[in-house]
């Protein structure tokens, strides 16, 4: 989300259209200064949002860009008519590019696909024919709430945020989109529990906001580590994480990690760092006791969180959230040493790739570079318009997103994985799943054919190999800890 023009915040939240939307700084809950700025909007339903930047200003662009990501596609979806078929039903009625086989999708392993079991549909378009297209309900939302007649007993995948983006313009909000729906799929196995550890030597890096923020953390105590993902599409993907000498630093400060992926090198590493910063103050305010983070926010801000129920909750990401409120700073960060804070490689960061500075600020232009390297894959969108503000929900069949969390993985994820020399490389195979635990991989004739036979995800072994780092994926809602019993 850009925030070059000073008052993008305030037209952001008018396009909310709720006098009960509200916001304020959080950067006190950490030591490091980076503006980090919260969001709120009563609703009904009620969403809460983040955002970050070099000045206060951007940060709360950033955090109403998030409310309106939300709240808008929320008020679209509701408003559609569901299509209540099967995907056999569909392409009879609709031919082949009228509605999307599940199959592409990306689903988790062992999923089973009935071509003949009816479910519910939502419109979408193929952004770059304007033609219609129907997909899966769950995939055109951010939320549950979003597709709440749906029976969740049909969803093919949990309904994640990923791929959506929110602007000034329609270009805007789907360039954002692609953008996470590519860092997602450049770093999903990749970084965290399977970090290569390949570093980032930061010498020759130009932008003077990126020298700046690293020049506070390296004051502050904390040592950076950028590191590489992937360089999938001529991309740089890269994620920022950081080493805290502090002993009384706050524990989940510690595991803060900020990502990006973008055409030009230095915009991708200055939204990583920021992200990093920024993600320090976010999880104390989100997952600290009231106590401590009571201080941070306004009265009011209290007296609507208060009076709202906690959202339901993923049972693990909570479980293990809980589990990581209760160890210290050192303790948090011995966790992640051996994979997230590793480091067995550097590269320089002006090997990777570029384009002239400047080329793609506009986001028209930005948005027709990266359909120009996606130009192998579909882009479909659902836009959901306001006054003033458009969000989008990207989808790109093929793309892969939350094979850690959720065990959703096609064929490019089967070769990335195989390709480790690690144990990652032992996650997935060909042929039969050979024993429990494991589950067959759901391929599409084109990914069977890339892989020259079926395939498999070992989804015991995920679980073991991610273990106690599962907050780094998936989160519960802010002060649902707080607010939940033990």
Known sequence: MSAAAVGTADLLRAALGDD????????????????????????????????????????RTGAYGELVEAALLH??????????????????ELGGRGVVDPRELVLPAGTVVDDDRPRTWLPATRWRTGEAVRLPAEFCASWAPDVAGQDPAERLITVITNGSGAGDTAERAVAHGLLELLQRDGNGTAFRALDEGTVLDLDGVTDPVTRRVLGQLRDAGITVLAKLASTQFGLADVHVVGVDADPDAEPLAVTACGEACH?????????????????????????????????????????????????????????????????????????????????????????????????????????????????????????????????????????EVETMSYGRIGAR???????????????????????????????????????????????????????????????PTRHALARSTA
Request: glycine share 8%; no cysteine.
């Open 263 to 399: 055409p030009d090198r230095e915009a991708a590493l200055r939204k990583a760092l920021l992200e990093y910063a920024a993600a320090r103050s976010r999880k104390v305010f989100a997952h600290g006791p009231l106590d401590r983070v009571r201080p941070l926010a306004p009265s009011a801000y209290w007296e609507r969180e208060l009076a709202s129920p906690v959202p339901e909750q993923e049972p693990r990401a909570l479980a293990a959230m809980r589990d990581w409120s209760r160890r210290s700073a050192a303790e948090l960060q011995d966790l992640l040493a051996p994979t997230v804070l590793g480091v067995h490689r550097t590269v320089p960061f002006t090997d990777l790739p570029t384009v002239p500075p400047g080329s793609l600020d506009d986001p028209a232009a930005l948005l027709d570079d990266l359909l120009q390297r996606l130009s192998d894959l579909d882009v479909l969108v659902v836009l959901a318009r306001g006054d003033g503000a458009v969000s989008a929900k990207v989808v790109v069949p093929g793309l």
């Open 20 to 59: 009960d939307a509200g916001d304020f700084p959080i950067s006190g809950a950490d030591r490091v200064g980076v503006p980090v700025v919260a969001a709120d909007v009563t609703g009904p339903p009620r969403f809460g949002s983040f955002g970050y930047g070099d000045t206060v200003e951007q940060a």
């Open 413 to 475: 994820g089967v070769q990335k994985l195989r390709a480790r020399s690690d144990r990652a490389g032992d996650l997935a195979g060909l042929g039969s799943p050979p024993h429990p635990g494991a589950a067959p991989v759901v391929l599409t004739a084109q990914g069977r054919e890339r892989l020259g036979d079926d395939a498999w995800l070992d989804l015991d072994a995920v679980a073991a190999v991610v273990g106690p780092l599962y907050p780094l994926y998936r989160e």
């Open 75 to 92: 008020r679209h979806l509701r408003a559609l008519t569901p299509r209540r078929a099967s995907y056999a039903e569909l392409r009879r």
